[in-house]
């Protein structure tokens, strides 16, 4: 019997016509209900090109209400064109559908987070075809912007300031651009055809020039928006923006308490452009401007702050009977961070009548830290299927955090062997919500949503299990490197990830047997790893159920890396072969100790046509390559670290590393590693998440934690570095950290432009203030003499000698600094020189 719906399995969207035309109000509702519960059960395919189209002709040749239509045509899996919508407006009229308006809205408030420009376009169409009112949420503002920086190919050739003469959305939508957070990211693209930087600023300032969009409206836009805030990146536009609108004296003096606001409190770029648009008046009023000074001059923007500097030394001389009251205000600075402040600051108050007492240096000798606390026990089990319904919800709906996947196995392993239908009940519902989440994405080799949710429909159901168990089985085959002819492993997948893979595989294919105890693997610790004799008495408890090959493989995995002769002969008295298999790991202390080389990798070369993206890798990158020793088998790989390209990078994946290897913090860092050095040489986000996770692991670093922390230390996002300094007072608190090897991988990466050395000024000074100066101070030692060697001194060099000499003071170090007394010895008063000197005097030189 053929299916109903089978047009659209195949996207014949002129039958999807002929079935909605002629349809009577009894007809047409029970087609609805069919084609909703239809689409509910297919969730093994997205909707797109004709199979889109036909979907929406069905759903408003037949469906009741706007509501209803968009609950249909708005999930994440139905992707709508611009073409969709001329032929949906014809069925729409034939029918007599009053509500098409109403749709757009709807569909426009459910556009993708993520990428707002799927469905735009169908939207846009619907809305300029019913003369409706401009949608003007969020997600449209922002599908809006996309599709003027990636136009149609039609309109490519046009410029962009002809565009937006013509486009009916300009005056509702332009408002919206200073009131949605985080759109400025979206208006800094370059002109399609002329690569023209800051294409819609320029645009925006042409309109307003004509007439067309009004002047004082983008003015007050810019500043309303500078006020509110936003991440630097984003605030970049509209500060754009303004210096193209070029405002005159007197809009800047309607405007001047703004402006003040912005000078002392909006981020470095915005202030600085205050700080010039104020200076640019005649007359400042000297109060408002004395009252944000004060906050000025203690901000850590040197360049604000010299400038603010320079400002008041010419309102003393241009006022001199209010040159105290201004000097009072400088010597604010006098305990500013940098040295450098510091001595101006002193100097001018001096000058204009302000002195300033010595500052007072107490040595603390070393670093004062808390003992560390160590891991938290892991949270307690899931015991019942509401309960894992729950979690299993926040899985879905957010990043993968390897605690929560965990506790999600196990509870699914336990509770499947229970009330399977109860299981069942609880966990469907939250699967339908969460589809999108719980299927594959072939894009992304190392996603785990198809297996996770191939292991939930399984523990629901059975059947499920069936279809996929071949799937399963090869998986696991090709990891232990077993099997002839099957599939090969996929190179992008480093093996801890791959064990990971297998892992949920065997899950899925194995789950279900009555009253299984749960899973060997479960940690016992929030960091992954397990307790020895927690593991043997799971083992004694397994019983005639035997242990699963990757799970006992991973809960070895999570033992601590050392001999325990006691509990291996327990282990192997229990006369199974799991327990042997725990005797000889116990005996053995865990995996061999590899061997490892620090590297350096060459970017790869540019390939044939367009290669997209190849300007921005890095030119080369160190890596720390690692191999078993002599003789060791390697079955899954875990013990081999082989040469990555420069472009490798795996995302969120690789903060489930270290509970996979939770005693071998070294290995983890190796692997780790591209994804961190990306923060620093590529601008990724987010690579450097990883490293407070190592540092709560056990086991030997080495030089990849190292470079790690080097590389983390100069991240491009401050939420890296922040948790750069994270790992590194956690490591220094356990006496963990090899603070020289860091700092004299920091040097060297510098030296040679791998890593911006200005980036880790910051996170440097924040380590030496948390308790570790000591540290800080042996990291620094250890950096400043390749930068020193460099043909080329590193900008933010004198300031890392800076930050040394006071880490220096504090501790009383009397290090010897190799080619610190040459650079000393020089003439002249250049900063490097006198921050050399600086550092010299410091050490007692």
């Known amino acids: 019997m053929t299916d109903q719906f089978d047009f659209l399995v195949r996207g014949d969207v002129g039958a999807a016509v002929d079935a909605v035309t002629g349809l009577d109000e009894q007809g047409r509702r029970s087609f609805a209900d069919a084609l909703v519960a239809h689409v509910r059960r297919r969730r093994d395919n997205w909707w797109w090109n004709k199979e889109a189209t036909a979907l929406a002709v069905a759903a408003i040749g037949s469906l009741p209400t706007a509501a209803a239509a968009a609950e249909l045509l708005g999930r994440r899996n139905v992707s709508l064109r611009r073409a969709d919508a001329e032929l949906v407006v014809q069925v729409a009229r034939t029918r007599g559908v009053p509500w098409l308006g109403e749709l757009a809205h709807r569909l426009a408030d459910r556009l993708r987070r993520d990428d707002p420009t799927d469905g735009w376009e169908f939207v846009a169409e619907l809305v300029t075809a019913e003369k409706a009112a401009t949608p003007t949420g969020d997600q449209f503002v922002n599908g809006w912007l996309a599709q003027l920086a990636w136009p149609p190919e039609s309109q490519r050739p046009i410029p962009l300031v002809d565009r937006l003469r013509a486009d009916v959305f300009l005056a509702a939508l332009v408002p919206r651009l200073f009131e949605v957070d985080g759109v400025g990211t979206r208006m800094s693209f370059d002109e399609f055809m002329t690569d023209e930087t800051f ?196 899985l879905l709906g957010g990043p993968t955090r390897a605690s929560a996947l965990e506790r999600v196995l196990d509870a699914v392993v336990r509770l499947a062997g229970g009330d399977r239908a109860r299981l069942k009940d609880a966990l469907v519902p939250v699967l339908r919500r969460h589809r999108a989440n719980a299927e594959e994405h072939p894009w992304d080799p190392c996603c785990l949503c198809g297996l996770l949710g191939g292991v939930l429909h399984a523990a629901a159901d059975p059947a499920e299990g069936s279809v996929r168990r071949g799937r399963w089985a090869a998986m696991r085959a090709a990891l232990r490197r077993r099997t002839s002819g099957g599939p090969s492993l996929d190179p992008r997948v480093p093996p801890p990830h791959r064990l990971l893979r297998a892992r949920l595989a065997e899950i899925g294919d194995r789950v279900g047997p009555p009253q299984h105890p749960g899973l060997l693997a479960a940690p016992t610790l929030a960091n992954g790893a397990v307790d020895p004799e927690t593991l043997y008495d799971r083992l004694t408890r397994l019983g005639e159920h035997g242990a699963w090959e990757m799970d006992l493989t991973q809960a070895l995995l999570r033992l601590p890396a050392r001999v325990d002769e006691p509990l291996a002969a327990k282990a192997a008295a229990l006369g199974t072969p799991a327990g042997d298999r725990l005797a000889g790991w116990l005996r053995a202390g865990g995996l061999p100790t590899p061997d490892q080389q620090v590297v350096t990798l060459r970017r790869r070369e540019r390939r044939q046509g367009h290669d997209w993206g190849y300007d921005e890798l890095p030119q080369q990158r160190t890596h720390v390559r690692i191999s078993p020793p002599e003789g060791v088998d390697d079955p899954f790989g875990l013990l081999t670290v082989r040469d990555r390209s420069v472009d490798s990078y795996v995302g969120d994946a690789t903060l489930l590393w270290p509970a996979v290897l939770p005693g071998y913090r070294g290995l983890v860092a190796a692997y780790a590693l591209p994804d961190i050095a990306s923060g620093a040489d590529q601008d990724v986000s987010g690579g450097a998440a990883i490293l407070p996770l190592l540092a709560e692991c056990g086991g030997d670093g080495g030089p990849a934690v190292d470079l790690a922390l080097a590389y983390g230390l100069g991240a491009r996002h401050e939420s890296d570095r922040v948790a750069a300094v994270d790992a590194l007072l956690i490591l220094a608190a356990t006496g963990d950290l090899d603070a020289p090897q860091v700092g004299a991988h920091l040097g060297a990466l510098a030296a040679v432009g791998d890593v911006t050395l200005t980036r880790t000024l910051q996170p440097l000074r924040d380590a030496a203030a948390a308790g570790a ?40 170090a009397r290090t010897d600094v190799p080619g610190l007394a040459d650079v000393a010895a020089r003439g002249g008063s250049s900063r490097l020189v006198t921050e050399a000197r600086r550092l010299s005097d410091a050490l007692g030189r």
């Open 773 to 812: 100066p000591l540290s800080t101070w042996r990291l620094l030692a250890a950096a400043v003499p390749a930068l020193l060697a460099a043909p080329k001194v590193p900008r933010g060099t004198p300031d890392l000698l800076t930050l040394a000499a006071e880490t220096a003071g504090a501790t009383g």
């Open 199 to 394: 294409a819609l600023p320029r645009a925006l300032t042409r309109l307003a020039g004509e007439g067309r969009l009004d002047r004082g409206t983008l003015l007050d836009g810019c500043l309303s928006r500078l006020l509110r805030g936003d991440r630097p990146a984003a605030l970049r536009a509209f500060v754009t923006l303004h210096v193209l609108l070029e405002p005159t004296a007197s809009e800047v003096d309607r405007r001047r308490g703004d402006y003040l606001r912005l000078l002392a409190d909006a981020p470095g770029s915005v202030a600085s452009m205050a700080q010039r648009t104020l200076r640019a008046l005649d007359a400042p009023e000297v109060e408002g401007l004395l009252d944000a000074s004060r906050a000025v001059l203690i901000r850590t923007d040197k360049a604000l702050v010299r400038a603010q500097l320079g400002w008041l030394d010419q309102l003393a001389r241009r006022h001199t009977d209010r040159a105290a009251e201004v000097a009072e205000v400088i010597a604010t600075a006098v305990d500013h961070p940098a040295a450098d402040i510091r001595d101006r600051a002193g100097t001018l108050a001096a000058r204009h009548g302000y002195v300033v007492s010595p500052r007072v240096v107490v040595a603390t000798v070393g670093d004062d830290l808390p003992p560390p606390a160590g891991p938290l026990p892991a949270p307690p089990a899931i015991t019942d299927p509401d309960e894992l319904a729950e979690e299993v919800a926040a």
